[in-house]
């Protein structure tokens, strides 16, 4: 019954922030036309005014766009995040989700001057599994990874495939060899086990978390 009732209150969230994305993108396109309708009064000379302040008002109204653009795509995201949440399990691909996710985790590299890199890999398989449970492993994975890094290091995350399954790989450049051998992990254990995924440390340079996800089968969901 509790777990019932914590998947709900999941999808509810998860709908709440993409009805919100959607009125934000409504609210930005009268933004954009409005935006546009102020360059297009510019451009006929209706209001006068000498070159300088048009230049300025121009310049302005280049921004206001620039930035409207950088909204109208956080809000995509923002809108696919919060759809991973409608059914408790779906086929997905990892690359999608993980570009959804790092558009808001970027934030905390930045807060902590740590370069991230997302280098999505091709010919990803699709999984089916649980989706919204992934993203929180990714979000305390993450978190974890950045504890491990000093400014101007960088996290670089890296998708690739293991036969059917997907990877996530976070590689941690710039820490000292071995020191992922004394970070633990195994608060997010339960999470990936219930993805029936796994969690190895290592790589080449033994800075490398790799997370594996399987494909469930249907009646395991």
Known sequence: MENSIRQEQIESFGRLMAGFSHDMKNHLGIIRESNGLMGDIIEMNVLGGNETTIDRLKKAIASIESRVCITAIMLQHLSGLAHRSDTPCSSF???????????????????????????????????????????????????????????NQSLVIITGRNGKNATITFRLNGISQ????????????????KLEGTLKKGGENHNDITLTIPSLSVTEK
């Open 93 to 151: 691909p990892v690359n999608d989700l993980l570009t959804e996710e790092c558009t808001f985790l970027e934030r905390f590299a930045r807060l902590k001057q740590v370069k991230q890199v997302l280098e999505p890999g091709e010919d990803i398989p699709s999984v089916y599994n649980d989706p919204s449970l992934l993203q929180h492993i990714i979000y305390r994975a993450y978190l974890l990874c950045l504890e491990q890094l000093d400014p």
């Open 178 to 193: 071995g020191s992922l051998e004394k970070v633990s992990f195994n608060n997010l254990l339960p999470a990936i086990e």
